[in-house]
């Protein structure tokens, strides 16, 4: 309940319209989603305040903190009510529980202003709202829905409404969380049948198949009792999809088409004991390449970078979250990811991020959306703001990435989050002690998360909003950048590093954390040690809490008050709560009490390996649909450059802080006329010249007529894009990052098995070492018959299979780097590609060498990557980007009449590069076929015949305007 | 003094430091790092410095308004002593949440004696991070060559110059302006900034707020055109922070 005598409610507004750019943003969003009628959206920004205050102090905190004097203006007032307003009034509050970083520095800032002016403000609280006032709708169902589409989130807000005949009560203002039994519970499994154990492992979302809890059953039995909720659960998280990749390490026979170019006629039957390390994991080990540091060991994959450092690469996915709350969800997804570096080795520092997202068409049809779908363009704005005010505020530049449209994406959005980081090559090693304290750092531990790990092995349904909406956090990102400063201060401290072993707290919080650095030497943790959001926590609660901005540390006793001094010099709670016993046993105690006790070897060990069958049967497989007549190039061309996967994503990196750090070398956009960049070059020491080439290759589209080829011609484009800016072909390592609809099916297993043959097939030819992976193998949505024939949509709507390939590629200097744009008029333009489909990844191994060559050697004055849209496109960007012009000749092609067909193939592994005009591109190319196509001219003309003919006679302003006027998301 | 020491404050949302510090290194200055409640628990460190920096990053989050929570704590607890710093003929340099800091702790004014000014969100609404040109039209400030042309990226979200009273706004004050020039794409101006204003100083000159980051741009491979240029001259950024190395020589 909450005491209005107490509440002092301040209202902020802007004194102009034209200052309220939230009210207008709101207004176009509204507009851009059919609410025609809606004139005006007034936004006014509410602080609740609690505590020890007057008049004057309130009155002194709207002046002097809340409000701009310049541009804005304030009221308050004590108590909460629904202001005087002619129009209806939405209010919008977070739910209880989720995080509000604004309410927690705003606090943190009043009680301090009120303490120097002596005005008390002792123990003041804070939470934040949202008023808008809706000019022009009359009817209250148009208000409800466009307060629920366009205004708040109703699965971490709630919305409340005067006018338009509705007065809801306003939410209660600081809420209290319920007290709850803090009793020991144990779960019964003996005696249960196999349907009692699915609907147990349902209900508590555990998400473990019968066979799992059959061994628990077993483990547990020969201890005589009954586990905890607390045991199961934390058996649950660790033995999650999520957590041990089950289905990647499963053992798997496969029957179906063979692999490869010659593969094709013949099924084979293939034996995979754990199909993870006997592919993509065995490419590594057989390249066995020296400058791979650590590999699938640790949070992120390391390589030499320098005579003193490593880089340090990391990919995660935050699928799900996202599809709820997609600000959040993939804000978390950023925050996690960049943890996961923090606690690489002895912690890396973030140098850059990197965002891939696939999503549905923009406009898909409100009409046609399932129950509890979120829309597209919703889904695309919120992940791509999540992920820049978490970069951004963490000072990480988000520097390379992609974004992918296929309506198949519409219920299980995909959002990649990746992170680089450097580390001292003497900062990778790390193992805890017998003895060390066990150290939590960073934010508090709420009830926010819990079950995040499960939840990720969970199929979605039109009641996953509700059902796992503790799952959606909102981040805090200045907690974690004050947690990543007082991490390098500690482990670059003058008398060493303070700590033995670091690792993130993500999914299954402390229980995974712990228990991943306990898994040999066990460890007694005390729950009650936790500090807390607020009190009320159950015991589970606190050890499965995935509160973000945590992390945990090992210290040893004699370094624990120099640990503790750094880390509150910087503003970030450290407590101690436990230390690793070496007992093997992981125990966790509360309130004197002892609430879990688990043998690490049966946590870390005892889930029972699964053995599948995978199929494929390539019959039944559609074949590549080969390009038709083209009757009009110039048509398809200019369609193409505004086609959602081709069109300019600036909309997006102009939102990254991409230069921040100072160690950017080529950039989102490359030349004067900024034209798309293959891929970021960063330089992460600032008194270095050596830099790393980013890049990432995602080709969903072909996964359907073969994930095989799909995943070649992935690893094939993460390497083309940074061969493109000037890595070194020697020095490139490369990351799966697997979202897969489901793998309970023989047929979508069998996919999965072909995509990870051709990973290691692929990495073994091209000699690019997996470093490090992610899969996420649940991303299909189950509509109910009826929803499903309403809407004319599946029943299940599955993605396709995707696989985002990252790469990180050495540049020993960055003054070599070369970019897309055209530069000088009069350089010559070549084209050199490879039929890996028919050829194989062999035949591009080598021009993937030659290119790096040609670059090397100082004689390519720009390169550009054929993806997307093929020649055509790849030469309008280069136009675009370089504000030049070319004139461009197919007869170079053997095809003949066919050679437009060349213009838009995406099927090749192919280069366009320009050199000047006395060098002779064909001399370069060691023996292999590169075609002149033409040359680079001064007007600002794109140029394409063939023979006599034209085909292509534009305008680069007219290609440019093309490609930059698709709107996907605002 | 030959070698000026360069104060650089951190904060809690803070992250344009170290760049910063080797941007003053590179120019020839000592620089030391402090974090803002070391500072505030000694005050009189700061007399040991010739210049100040408040480099950029969302210090506090850039909860409630950008700078507003650091601008508060520094203006409440020693308001007075950073007047006078730059009385005793000190330098004072706020770089984007710098800057931010600087205006909303009313250390930078948009004309005499006090007239109000603030950094708005910007007219689109949203963060920006975009290479600017930019030029300097006064002779006043120590950091800027009066004629000279820099460019230099801008990052922020909230950097829309704005006066509470346009009539009494000083022109001169205006220490970089948004102008034409390179890129192409998109507007002069690009955040809808009073004005053109990307910088102000002070009457003193010797206090220069500015939303574009000069630390971004200090080595010629940081040029968005460097893979286009064959030779690129003094980087702009590392001329500002070398005109305020040249004060105390």
Redesign the interface.
């Known amino acids: 309940m909450w005491d209005s005598e107490s509440i002092w409610e301040i209202a902020v507004e802007a004194t102009s319209a034209s ?1 309220d ?2 009210g ?2 709101l207004l176009a969003t509204a507009h851009r989603a059919g609410f025609s009628e809606v004139t005006g959206i007034r936004a006014t920004r509410l602080y609740l305040l609690r505590g020890q205050l007057d008049r004057a102090a309130a009155e002194r905190l709207s002046a ?3 409000a ?4 804005e203006q304030w009221s308050c007032h004590q108590g909460a009510d629904w202001p005087e307003s002619a129009e209806p009034v939405v209010e919008v509050h977070l739910l209880p529980g989720v995080m509000d ?2 309410a ?3 606090a ?2 009043a009680r ?2 009120l303490q ?2 002596a005005l008390g403000g002792t123990g003041v609280q804070v939470r934040t709202a949202w008023r808008y006032a809706v000019i022009g709708l009359t009817e209250l169902d148009r208000l409800e829905t466009l307060a629920r589409r366009i205004l708040a989130n109703p699965s971490i807000e709630k919305i409340s409404i005067c006018g338009l005949g509705r007065r809801d009560e306003l939410p209660q203002r600081f809420p209290e969380a319920p007290q709850v039994s803090n009793q020991v519970r144990h779960v019964r499994l003996t005696g249960l049948g196999d349907e009692e154990l699915t609907r147990l492992s349902r209900e508590k979302h555990l998400f473990l198949s019968v066979e799992e809890l059959r061994a628990v059953e077993r483990h547990f039995a020969t201890l005589e009792r009954d586990p905890t909720d607390l045991e199961l659960e934390t058996i649950a998280q660790t033995w999650s999809e999520h957590c041990v990749h089950k289905t990647l390490k499963s053992a798997v026979v496969y029957r179906g088409q063979g692999f490869g170019v010659d593969g094709i006629d013949a099924d084979v039957e293939r034996h995979y004991d754990n199909l993870l390390a006997d592919t993509i994991a065995k490419a590594t080990r057989e390249l066995a390449l020296p400058w791979c540091l650590s590999v699938f060991k640790d949070n992120a994959g390391i390589v030499d970078f320098d005579e003193r450092h490593g880089v340090a690469f990391k990919v995660e996915t935050h699928n799900h979250p996202s599809a709820i709350e997609p600000y959040g969800g993939a804000a978390t997804g950023a925050g996690g990811c960049i943890r996961d570096i923090l606690g690489c080795g002895l912690g890396a520092k973030p140098i850059a991020n990197t965002d891939v997202f696939c999503v549905a068409d923009p406009d898909f049809d409100d009409d046609r959306l399932p129950p509890g779908v979120l829309r597209p363009r919703r889904i695309l704005r919120g992940i791509v703001e999540g992920v ?1 005010d978490y970069g ?4 990480i530049p988000t520097v390379a990435g992609a974004l992918y449209f296929d309506d198949r994406y519409l219920a299980n959005p995909l959002v990649y989050c990746g992170c680089v980081g450097v580390i001292s090559k003497d900062r990778i090693h790390k193992e805890p002690r017998r003895g060390d304290k066990i150290v939590l750092v960073g934010g508090r531990t709420g009830r926010d998360g819990i079950g995040g790990a499960t939840f990720s092995s969970a199929e979605l349904t039109d009641t996953h909003a509700d059902e796992f909406a503790h799952a959606v956090q909102i981040g ?3 907690e974690e ?2 947690v990543l ?1 007082a991490l390098l201060r500690a482990r670059d401290h003058a008398t060493g590093c303070l700590y033995t072993a670091i690792t993130d707290c993500g999914a299954g919080g402390l229980s995974s954390a712990v228990g991943e650095m306990a898994h040999e030497l066990g460890a007694v943790v005390d729950l009650d040690k936790v500090p807390l959001k607020y009190a009320g926590l159950r015991y589970n609660e606190i050890w499965l809490s995935e509160a973000q901005e945590r992390m945990v540390l090992a210290v040893v006793p004699e370094r624990l008050a120099e640990l503790v001094a750094v880390f509150v ?3 970030v709670e450290a407590s101690v709560i436990g230390e690793f016993t070496g007992d093997g046993v992981l125990r966790v105690r509360y309130a004197g009490g002892e609430v879990g006790s688990l043998d690490v070897g049966f946590l870390h060990k005892g889930l029972p390996k699964r053995r599948r069958i995978a199929t494929w049967n390539a019959l039944r497989r559609s074949s590549p649909t080969v390009n038709e007549r083209i009757a009009d190039v110039q048509a398809m061309l200019l369609e193409r450059l505004s086609s959602l996967n081709c069109c300019s994503r600036e909309a997006v ?10 160690g ?4 989102p ?6 034209g798309p960049s293959d891929a970021a070059v960063v ?1 992460p020491l ?2 270095s ?1 050596r830099g790393v080439a980013i890049g990432a290759g995602v080709c969903p589209n072909l996964s359907d007529d073969d994930p095989y080829w799909m995943a070649v011609l992935a690893i094939d484009e993460a390497i083309r894009n940074v061969i493109c800016v000037g890595a070194n072909p020697d020095r490139i390592a490369i990351l799966d990052n697997f979202c897969w609809p489901g793998c309970e099916d023989e047929e979508q297993l069998g996919a999965l098995v072909r995509a990870c043959q051709a990973c290691h097939d692929a990495a073994v030819t091209y000699r690019v070492p997996f470093i490090s992976g992610k899969d996420s193998l649940n991303n299909q949505f189950s509509l109910s018959a009826d929803d499903a024939r309403r809407l004319g949509l599946p029943e299940t709507i599955a993605i396709p299979g995707t696989l985002l390939i990252s790469s990180l590629g050495l540049v020993e200097d ?2 070599r ?3 897309s ?1 055209l ?1 000088q008029p009069g350089a010559r333009v070549w084209y050199v590609s490879a039929d890996v489909r028919r050829g194989g990844p062999e035949s591009a191994a080598a021009m993937h060498r030659t290119v790096a060559r040609i670059i090397r050697s100082g004689q390519a004055t720009a390169c550009h990557d054929v993806s997307d849209g093929g020649l055509a496109v790849c030469l309008a960007e280069m136009c675009i980007g ?2 030049r012009g070319a004139t461009v000749s197919l007869d170079g092609f053997a095809t003949g009449a066919d050679a437009r067909l060349r213009l838009f193939d995406e099927s090749r592994s192919a280069y366009v590069f320009t050199t000047p005009p006395d060098v002779d591109g064909n001399a370069l190319g060691g023996g292999r076929e590169i075609v002149e196509l033409g040359v680079v001219t001064r007007d600002k003309r794109l140029c394409i015949g063939v023979g006599a003919k034209t085909l292509v006679d534009v305008e680069v302003p007219r290609l ?1 305007a093309a490609w ?1 006027r698709t709107n996907y998301l605002d | 003094m030959a070698q000026p020491r360069v104060l650089l404050l ?1 904060a ?2 803070i ?2 430091d ?2 910063t510090q ?2 003053w290194r590179l120019a020839g200055a000592e620089c030391d790092a402090m ?1 803002v ?2 500072l505030l628990e000694q005050p009189a460190t700061l007399d040991r410095y010739g210049i100040l920096t408040l480099p ?3 210090s ?6 950008a700078g ?2 650091l601008a ?2 520094l203006a ?2 020693m308001g007075e002593q950073l007047r006078d710093f730059v009385r005793c003929d000190r330098l004072v340099l706020g770089i984007c949440n710098g800057f931010q800091v600087l205006v ?1 702790a009313g250390l930078l004014t948009a004309g005499s004696p006090h007239t ?3 950094l ?11 290479w600017t040109s930019l030029r300097c039209d006064t002779q006043r400030c120590v950091f800027l060559e009066r004629g000279r042309r820099y460019f230099l ?1 801008i ?1 922020h979200a909230e950097g829309r110059f ?3 009273n346009a009539e009494a706004y000083d022109r001169s004050l205006a220490a970089l302006r948004y102008t034409r020039g ?4 998109g507007p002069a101006n690009p955040t809808g900034s009073f004005d053109d204003v990307a910088g102000l100083t002070d009457e003193t000159g010797r206090v220069l707020g500015l939303m574009p ?1 000069p ?2 741009f ?5 040029h ?5 240029a064959d030779d690129i001259p003094e980087p702009d950024g590392l001329a500002i922070f070398r005109a305020a190395v040249e004060v105390f020589r």
């Not at chain 1, 990196?653 to 100072?662: I, M, T």
């Not at chain 2, 506090?60 to 308004?65: K, V």
């Not at chain 2, 968005?224 to 286009?228: C, D, G, I, K, R």
């Open positions: 200052h750019a939230r207008a943003g002097d903190l809340f701009d004097p310049v541009i970083p604004v927690i520095s705003a943190g800032a301090e202003l120097s002016a820049r951004n505020r963490m000072g805090n990102a200045i950048k004050k400063d010099a910087e503003e990196f102009r939102q990254y802080d991409h230069e921040v750090q100072g950017s070398a080529v950039k956009a490359a030349g004067v006329g900024e330089r600032l008194d010249r960055v003054r780097c070369v970019t744009d530069k370089g504000a440019d930059r | 951190r809690p949302g992250n344009c170290v760049e080797h941007a974090h409640s070391r950029g990053g969302f506090y989050g850039d909860d409630i308004s507003r929570i508060n704590r409440h607890r909303k109000r000014c603030t708005a969100l910007n007219a689109q609404g949203r963060f920006v991070c975009q990226p990052a704005a006066v509470a390179e890129p192409r794409t980051h630390e971004r200090v080595d010629p491979s940081q968005p055109f460097a893979t286009a």
